[in-house]
């Protein structure tokens, strides 16, 4: 028996690897695709490059496990029934729930660290590849300036040089257009000939230039009225352009960690109870500004407002007090500015209503966008064992190995999982659904999984099942009648 646990588990492990490593690789190609303008022309170096793909690919893990165990399951099974070895080990009387037991066990630890790797690896792989894409993507490309092209990346100037000589290095008709002094002063610099370098520390570029002329225009305050230009010959001068914005700087963790992505369970529940109180406490100050304004609508201080000569009705009666009968008794000049003064009143309750509705739903969305990454920590464990509940006993039905089948099978069953588990996203964090809708996609794969799980264990097909011999038959007499 345990010269067969044996041969499963070598069966199954190798393409879980595999699979885990291809999917990985895959979303990596897609994500360097999606963000290859932001690393290609900056100068970054090796290990910069290489920080941001190690995260990025720690970051793929929730959705490349899923499938890896999916189709590993389904490869192994496939194989084993198509060689006849679950039939050869049915009759040394192991039963599939025996033989599928090392991998349900294997599939069970995978379960755990899933949720250990979810809860504490991924919040800090995915913060460290946060600041990392932000890094890379607002750091200016790297000091490259071609000849007959117009270069103005460094902060208020415009560079360019006409040639540039690649053995020597010496640029040729170089012109400089300087605008950090604007709007009080521009400069055009003309030179020959000239050279460039950066300083050993890298912060600063260095032009050395040869037999030219500067021009400056200097203008007044209010930038109305312009003196002649100012023109200076010089055979040599030396500028000195900071390259400090084109470093690579790391950012603070701090101003990363408020997001939902960098928190682990315990992390995500108190900053979902603080939320919730403070959404509780701009009701209760919502609430008690509104109910005093109605009352001003209402009663005493909106009739206090007008400025009429007839009676005003005591506070105390005020809860008593008929105001239709005391309107029809005012003159038309106190009534329109009775009126006047509810209608403010009034649209300036509207208003409240209005900012606060949005109020409301941008702390709906919040608090529900930290229960989707609550949720999932858990849903994206348990997928593992769910998919393996559907594709272990699936392989082991349709009885076909090798590459194709279990990879056309495993594709759909995944695509479809991501579809219902977006869908159930999508609803939670719009409100339709409240957190428990993230539990939708388990619900709707866990039966599949057993059916299938019973299907197989009982010997049955799809094949010799009632079901499908009726579905069968009534196909033929649809087509028959047709």
């Known amino acids: 028996m345990k010269q067969i646990d044996r041969h499963i588990l070598r069966s199954f492990i190798g393409p879980l690897l595999l699979t885990f490593s291809i999917a990985v690789f895959v979303l990596l190609m897609q994500f360097v695709w999606k963000y290859i303008d932001d690393m290609v022309g900056k100068g970054l170096s090796v290990g910069v490059i290489a920080e941001l793909l190690f995260y990025a690919s720690a970051t793929f893990v929730p959705m490349a496990l899923p499938i ?4 590993a399951s389904i490869m192994t099974m496939g194989n084993l029934g198509e060689k006849y070895e679950l039939i050869a080990m049915k009759a040394g009387g192991i039963s599939l729930r025996r033989a599928m037991l090392p991998m349900t066990l294997v599939v069970a630890f995978l379960t755990v660290v899933a949720f ?8 800090a792989a995915t913060l460290r590849y946060r600041m990392t894409l932000y890094d890379v993507t607002r750091k200016k490309p790297a000091v490259n300036i071609r000849p007959s ?19 020597t290095g010496i640029l040729s008709d ?13 400069s055009i610099i003309l030179a020959e000939k000239g050279t460039m370098q950066t300083s050993p520390d890298g912060n600063h570029l260095i032009f050395t230039l040869y037999n030219g002329h500067s021009y400056s225009e200097e203008k007044d305050e209010d930038n109305s009225i312009s003196r002649p230009f100012t023109s200076i010959d010089f055979k040599e001068q030396v500028l000195t352009f900071d390259l400090s914005s084109f470093a690579f700087d790391k950012s603070d963790k701090e101003s990363f960690r408020s997001n939902c992505q960098m928190m682990n369970v315990s992390q995500l529940d108190s900053t979902t109870r603080h939320l919730k109180k403070e959404m509780s406490r701009r009701y209760a100050d919502f609430t008690s500004a509104t109910t005093s304004k109605l009352s001003l609508y209402q009663r005493y201080s909106l009739l206090d407002s007008t400025n009429t000569s007839h009676p005003k009705p005591a506070k105390q009666a005020a809860s008593a007090f008929d105001f239709s009968n005391y309107i029809s008794q005012l003159s038309p000049d106190d009534r329109t500015r009775v009126l006047n003064r509810a209608r403010s009143i009034a649209d300036q309750i509207n208003s409240d209503f209005h900012v606060y509705s949005q109020v409301m739903k941008s702390d709906h969305e919040h608090i529900a ?10 849903t994206f464990s348990i997928a593992c064992m769910v998919l393996f509940l559907v594709g272990a006993p699936f392989g082991s039905i349709v009885r076909k190995g090798g590459l194709g089948m279990p990879l056309v099978a495993s594709v759909l069953f995944f695509v479809l999982y991501y579809v219902i588990d977006m869908i159930d996203e999508k609803s939670v964090r719009g409100g339709a659904l409240n957190e428990y809708g993230m539990w939708i996609d388990t619900l709707v794969f866990l039966p599949i999984g057993l059916l299938l799980t019973i299907y197989a264990t ?25």
Do not use: C
């Open 68 to 71: 890896a165990v999916l189709f």
């Open 116 to 123: 250990y790797f979810s809860n504490n690896v991924l919040p």
């Open 149 to 167: 092209e117009y270069y103005d990346e460094i902060d208020g100037y415009v560079i360019r040089i006409n040639k540039k000589d690649s053995e």
């Open 174 to 186: 170089i012109v400089i257009y300087d605008h950090s002094q604007e709007p009080k002063q521009s």
């Open 369 to 378: 966008r930290h229960y989707v990454v609550w949720y999932r920590k858990y």
């Open 458 to 482: 009982t010997d049955s097909s799809p094949n010799n099942s009632r079901w499908f011999i009726k579905l069968l038959s009534f196909m033929e007499r649809r087509k028959k009648h047709s």
